[in-house]
């Protein structure tokens, strides 16, 4: 499963897409640099004061992490969709499998190895732009590693999708599919809130079933949740607008979320492996 995951990052290297990626992410760090210095700079000749300031450059970097987000949602169905199909398709998981090598370890290191390629994009891209915004602006998040933690479990979840729809679809189908999956997901959180203001009982069932089934949008709240200073929070108590906001977030995921989350992944892949190894050949 090891040497599955080394070959799959060096695959994962030698793609255009992954620097690519790169590419756009040091171009999109250092836009962010240029627009929050001049955000501050603005703010602080127009008279604003430190705490407004504060709280605009928090709210600027809930909109990058959202962002980043669906970026690293596109790359885990990018990389996750073909893992399995693509290989499948042409004859290199049967000349793979008829080494002394199970499915179980050639799909788990699959994903082991694109999961060490996304998480570190994320870990690298994520505490680069926090630490950009906090140069220029002095603000910084109540705890940085969080939201960067919730932004990779958010992608873990969708590569474990994908590799299971890669064992099932062709490549452009699973990918295009997952990425419906998490809008659909994130949609549902939203107006599970609304509904919990308005007293919605069936909008909140909904967005607590969606969880269950896709537990990307409760991570989200835990990314909302890590970037928010104190004082926000405490201000939007009984704000009927920043309650309902999908970029508001009074706690982060309960622990319980957390730990199914984790569940959710093993029990896909767990299932992904089972598909695969009833799949003829």
Known sequence: MLTIARLTIGEAARRRVLWVLVILAAIAVSLTAWGVSSLVSSARDNGVTELDLKFAVSQVLIFIAFMFGFVLVMTAAFFGSPAIATDLENGIAQAM??????????????????????????????????????????YLPPDPILPVAYLAGQALVLLALTVLLSTL?????????????????????????????????????????????????????????????????????????????????????????????????????????????????
Do not use: C, H
Request: net charge positive; hydrophobic share 60%; aromatic share 10%.
């Open 97 to 138: 499998l008829a080494r002394p090598l199970s499915r179980g370890s050639y799909l788990l290191g699959r994903w082991l190895g694109l999961a060490v390629v996304i998480v570190g994009y994320a870990v690298v891209s994520g505490f680069l732009a926090i630490g950009v915004v906090g140069i220029v602006s002095g």
């Open 169 to 281: 679809l062709p490549p452009i189908a699973g990918g295009a599919i997952a990425v419906v999956a998490y809008g659909l997901a994130w949609m549902a959180g939203v107006l599970g809130k609304v509904g919990l203001v308005i007293g919605a009982t069936t909008l909140v069932g909904v967005s607590d079933a969606s969880r269950l089934l896709l537990p990307t949008d409760a991570l989200w709240q835990g990314v909302v949740f890590g970037l928010e200073p104190s004082f926000v929070i405490n201000a939007a108590e009984g704000q009927f607008v920043a309650r309902a906001s999908p970029f508001f977030a009074a706690s982060g995921p309960p622990p319980v979320i957390v730990a199914w989350s984790v569940v959710w992944v093993v029990a896909v892949l767990a299932l992904a492996v089972v598909q695969l190894r009833r799949r003829e050949l």
